[in-house]
């Protein structure tokens, strides 16, 4: 019973996890866009992933858009599957 109740709880955190991580595309060479859509992520999030991606280099902000603020996002909403919250970051490694 409790290697099953073990197991599950496993797999729960393994799926949160990766509903909490942020999406990574790269559009082009050096030109990345950072999905940090969700109540639990924020800019700065956005920006440790770009530094992350980047190593040690700067890099420079080349958009950034979100839906925060809107009359349709509640203001709540801390979920990150299905939320309505959505910030995009794209970003250029120098």
Do not use: P
Not at 7 to 16: C, D, Y
Not at 31 to 46: E, F, K, L, P
Not at 57 to 63: L, P, W, Y
Request: aromatic share 8%.
């Amino acid at each position: 019973m409790f290697n099953r109740t073990a197991a599950i709880i496993l797999v729960v955190m393994v799926i949160s996890a990766c509903a909490s991580a942020a999406k990574i595309r790269e559009l082009e060479e050096g030109v990345w866009q950072i999905d940090c859509s969700g109540g639990y992520h924020n800019w700065s999030g956005c920006h440790d992933f770009a530094k992350r991606i980047c190593g040690k280099e700067n890099f420079e902000i080349v958009s950034r858009v979100t839906n925060e603020g809107g009359s349709n996002v509640g203001s709540n909403d801390w979920s990150t599957a299905g939320s309505v919250v959505t910030r995009t970051m794209v970003v250029r490694c120098l």
